[in-house]
């Protein structure tokens, strides 16, 4: 499973610097969006390879454009997806009414913090689209927030491998445990969350 996981990591890794090597400015854009689409292309590898590319400030810039453009398109794409799987779904039988309710209102509360902070986390960044689509949250805010995480995220890793030069790979291999602490924190929520939903379910049973 280890193996398994680690080629397809390598193929992704593979695929982002071939993009970039071929494509430039335009690999970054591509890659990027592919990556705010759901295709998990590994920024992590395509901001500090287009920045190697590049020896002037001026084209660093030029990178982190392209890299905070790239993910404003692809979250444009999953968000649109997750706003058409939202309508779809309002009258589904299999989706608790109560449960669509709350999904919109946290979303109202926290979606802000959750695509801003979303667009800087690994996993969470290629996916937070969907369900701030399908939440209904508004598009000027998602928009906004979106754009403001991604520049960020762009720029931290454009001038980490900039900085890094031919060490770049390091910033990989920081975000793979970073990754998976990420998962791992996903995972404990939804059981957090499914445990208090039973909870819940117990008490009013009773």
């Keep these: 499973m280890g193996v398994t996981r680690l ?13 970039v090597h071929h494509a430039g400015l335009a690999g970054v854009l591509l890659g ?10 590994p ?17 660093l810039v ?17 968000y649109g997806i997750g706003a058409a799987l939202g309508v779809e779904w309002r009258g589904a039988r299999w989706l608790n009414r109560e449960h669509w ?12 913090a959750a695509v801003f902070f979303g667009r800087m986390l690994p996993v969470v960044r290629t996916y937070i689209s969907f369900p701030a689509g399908a939440a209904g ?19 931290a890793l454009a001038v980490a491998g900039w900085l890094l030069g031919a060490h770049w790979q390091q910033i990989v291999h920081f975000f793979h445990g970073f990754t998976d602490l990420t998962v791992l924190a996903l995972i404990l929520a939804v ?14 049973r009773r």
Excluded: C, K
């Excluded at 080629?7 to 993009?19: C, F, K, P, R, Y």
């Excluded at 990556?35 to 292309?41: D, R, W």
């Excluded at 309710?101 to 802000?112: L, Y």
């Excluded at 059981?191 to 009013?204: F, P, Q, T």
């Design 7 to 19: 080629s397809v990591l390598a193929s992704l890794g593979n695929m982002a610097t071939g993009l």
């Design 32 to 41: 990027m969006t592919l990556e705010s689409a759901g295709i998990p292309i």
């Design 43 to 59: 920024s992590e590898v395509i901001m500090p390879v287009g920045a190697l590319m590049e020896h002037t400030i001026a084209g």
């Design 62 to 78: 030029l990178v982190i454009l392209a890299g905070t453009a790239g993910n404003l398109v692809g979250s444009w794409i999953a």
């Design 101 to 112: 309710e709350a999904a919109h209102a946290w979303f109202s509360r926290h979606g802000d």
């Design 137 to 155: 949250m508004g598009p000027a805010r998602f928009t906004l927030y979106t754009v403001l995480g991604s520049v960020i995220w762009s720029a």
């Design 191 to 204: 059981v957090w969350l499914l445990m208090r939903r039973w909870r819940r379910g117990a008490a009013s």
